[in-house]
């Protein structure tokens, strides 16, 4: 038979459609196997195809070496999170799954045309388990009803531009827990009640631009940003900010969060400040909606410059989001300090447009570090 004319293999089928979806592959210099990898900001996702003859060589222990030796290569590299998933293209599913214990791992059984993937396995990564599907159930060697042979996966091959695509977030590794939104939420809590029994806490610390600025108590600027008015005030700030500083944090990271959270509550606090100075009025101004807006401002920026992203948990908070305002806007009655919400929004976005510059430089640099390395 014509070189030509012989049945692509599945693994064969993944590798082009791999490539083609912008993943850039690592030479491992073995005919059965092979890497490919794909970076996102700081973080890079893995897919580590192992073919039937590979495979036969491997055992738990040889697999586990070399699964934490690639680990390790993007790792010095100063990638994190690293998230990958290993495709075994074999009909021994025992001796795979023997192997791949402790991993992410999918099973492609090009012999009964099936995908296996276990229970505690991702259901999803990358959008690959359709493609996997598709091309088990409709190979090269398989016809449709008109008697032309069924492709799957296109033939047309092209690398992506310069945009870098992100894998979807089922498929991920949770990238840490968001610790500082919890250390948030229980230090307000933990104020609110001392407040209760402590009644020169809030005029003490209050933000009060007459204060501030004529008696120099600049700590206002921070300590307003820990102080509710009631139980209600307390309750809707912390649940806004658990449901969205939660996202955010794992967007980010915990140093980028704890600075964005911070830095949009002194904003608020200087536009409320600002607000009422200009209208020579003398208020006390409390609570940490600021500093809520001002991660909003930040989380919607991230969405907005990352529209590619695979979930749908940044459309969620966007909702809760949008449902904050309004609850905020009906509930006013002229005590809420709409001049705080407006600057910590402002701040936030300014610092989310900063955030995703300084991501996608420091993803090229590294991209370009790591591809060079390679070479």
Known sequence: ??????????????????????????NLHSGDEALFYLANGMSVS?????????????????????????RSDFAKHRFDPIHSITLFFTSDTAKAKEAGEGTAFWIADETYGRLIVYENQPEDYDGL???????LHFGADVRNDYGKQKEAVSTGVQRSSGRIP???????????????????????LIIFLWQGHNDSLVPKGAVSWTDIFREHQYYRLITGMFLHGSTEHIINNMLA?????????KQIGHRRFLFTYFLTGIAASCASCAYYMIGGEAAYSIGASGAVYGIMGTMLVLMLFQRERGDN????????FALYMFYTIVRSDGSIDHAAHIGGFVAGSVI???????????ARKRLLKFRGGKD
């Open 352 to 362: 989310g447009v900063v955030i995703c510059i300084l991501l996608r430089r420091k």
């Open 313 to 320: 948990s940044m459309l969620v908070r966007l909702g809760i």
């Open 166 to 188: 992100k894998a979807s977030g089922p498929a991920l590794i949770d990238k840490g827990t968001p610790i500082i939104t919890a250390i948030l939420v229980g230090l307000n």
């Open 1 to 26: 038979m014509d070189g030509k004319m012989q049945k692509e293999s599945m693994q064969e089928r993944m590798s082009r459609f791999l490539l083609g979806k912008g993943y850039s592959e690592v």
């Open 46 to 70: 893995l897919v580590w195809l192992i073919g039937e003859a590979a495979l036969s060589a491997m055992t738990h222990e040889t697999y586990m070496s070399h699964y934490e030796k690639i």
């Open 129 to 135: 388990r359709r493609v996997l599907e598709q091309n």
């Open 241 to 249: 900010l658990f449901l969205i500083g939660m996202e955010l944090e």
